[in-house]
């Protein structure tokens, strides 16, 4: 969806900056989403050696 807005923004403007910015926010985003991602699975697994260990 940046990616688009982004495109357009330069389209419409000409400013290379504001297409850059705008990629670099949608590259920040998405680190985001994989760290999210992967904290969650390991939050999961750290359960599951839990609940093996209490059985």
Same mark, same amino acid.
């Given at each position: 969806? #940046?990616?688009? #807005?982004?495109?357009? =923004?330069?389209?419409? $403007?000409? %400013? *290379?900056?504001?297409? #850059?910015? &705008?990629? !670099? #926010?949608?590259? *920040?985003?998405?680190?985001?989403? %994989? @760290? =999210?991602?992967?904290?969650? &699975?390991? !939050?999961?697994? !750290?359960?599951?050696?839990? $609940? @093996?260990? %209490? &059985?």
């Amino acid at each position: 969806m #940046i990616k688009k #807005i982004a495109w357009e =923004t330069f389209k419409n $403007t000409g %400013d *290379i900056n504001a297409f #850059i910015e &705008l990629k !670099q #926010i949608e590259n *920040i985003e998405k680190e985001m989403e %994989d @760290k =999210t991602k992967n904290y969650e &699975l390991n !939050q999961n697994s !750290q359960n599951e050696e839990s $609940t @093996k260990r %209490d &059985l």
